[in-house]
């Protein structure tokens, strides 16, 4: 029987955007660096991976990039030997993996354990779907649904071990922020107004907020990576939406940075005062930034994403009550007016910086989804055994 679990395929499907490949690239690399476990990541669009990690070559069908094998998954439908099948597999988001590497799953002396890892919601029904098991319909195989999540009864975020000393250190050492900014473009001037990032969907009523800041009193510096709400970017600068444009109109200053690689994206959540971030992994980067952030939620059909959207309000802001207004706004979940909440909002932001940390400290206790996964891998091999 073989008890120690030490390697791990984990599927990926690009369904759009960035967030699928950024999720498990991030996964991959953790698992790797701080658990040693041997990963293989199967990743259909190397291209949109490429954007993240300037590293992958597009070209290639197996690759290696920091200790992790990289697997371009085409159509390989092919038949697998159990050899080729690793301790545990992971889907991401119900991908359907290819069915010759589930038969040669069953066929393992020792079954592999097989995971869908879910997309985060803080909706209570989260808690009962996490870590529930499906038989297989067919062969003597069983998937474990896991979940991330906001409390001990989920998977918890995904966390490096270093990640809050690391930021904190950027954030503490004099000239970081400076040296960082500068390198994106940034003058010193804008560097020394309130800084915001901007990452959100096409949809989001960029034009308003922009014109809310224009008219404020204090001066305001927008950064806003290559790709991102281009239109409304483009009309504001009034040519198009370039890396390196930049325009000043009223207290707003707006320039357009580059699309970052996936560290340095990091690096720019901690350089701002105030981060507009969207679907799961930036939104959860942002809460381990230590900085005020406003979320953008992914939209579903029939508004879904308004209760997801509401579920996290309940359970993160109580925090303050601009927080709530203009999350609501910016989602467009209620009409609000953002230049009146945008100036209250401003007002409480070392408020929110400070109970952001709080939030931090609590998300922290329920452990880092990696090792939470690991752990509930072990348990479910040690079952087996019995
Ligand atoms: O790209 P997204 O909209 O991804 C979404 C969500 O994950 C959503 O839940 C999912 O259903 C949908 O995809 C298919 O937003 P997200 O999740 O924030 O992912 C963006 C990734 O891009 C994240 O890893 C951060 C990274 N990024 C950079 O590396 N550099 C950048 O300059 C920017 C703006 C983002």
Known sequence: MRAALTSLALFCKVVDNFGDIGICWRLARQLQQEHGIEVTLWVDDLLSFQRLCPEVRPELAVQHINGIRIQHWRDQLGVFTPEQIADIVIEF?????????????AQCAVTPVWFNLEGLSAEAWVEGCHALSSPHGSLPLTKYFFFPGFNANTGGLLLEADLVSRRQQFQQQPGEREQFLARLGVTPAEMAALTVSLFCYPHAPVAEL???????????????????????????????????????????TL??????????YDRLLWSCDCNFVRGEDSFVRAQWAGRAFIWHIYPQDENLHHVKLKAFLRCHSAQTDSLTALSLGWNQVSPVKLSQVWSEFQAEL?????????????????????????????????SAAI
């Open 255 to 264: 320039r357009v940075i580059p699309f970052l690689p996936q560290q340095d």
């Open 210 to 252: 922009l014109s809310a800041w224009e008219q404020q009193e204090q001066a305001l510096t927008c950064l806003v990576p290559e790709g991102v709400a281009s239109d409304s970017v483009s009309a504001f600068l009034g040519q198009s939406a370039r890396a390196g444009c930049s325009a000043t109109r009223g207290a707003l």
């Open 350 to 382: 070392p408020k929110i910086a400070l109970l952001s940390a709080d939030w931090q400290r609590q998300m922290q206790l329920h452990g880092d989804l990696a090792s939470n996964l690991l752990k509930f891998a072990q348990t479910v091999r040690k």
């Open 93 to 105: 988001f119900a991908c359907d993996i290819p069915p010759g590497y589930i038969n040669a799953m």
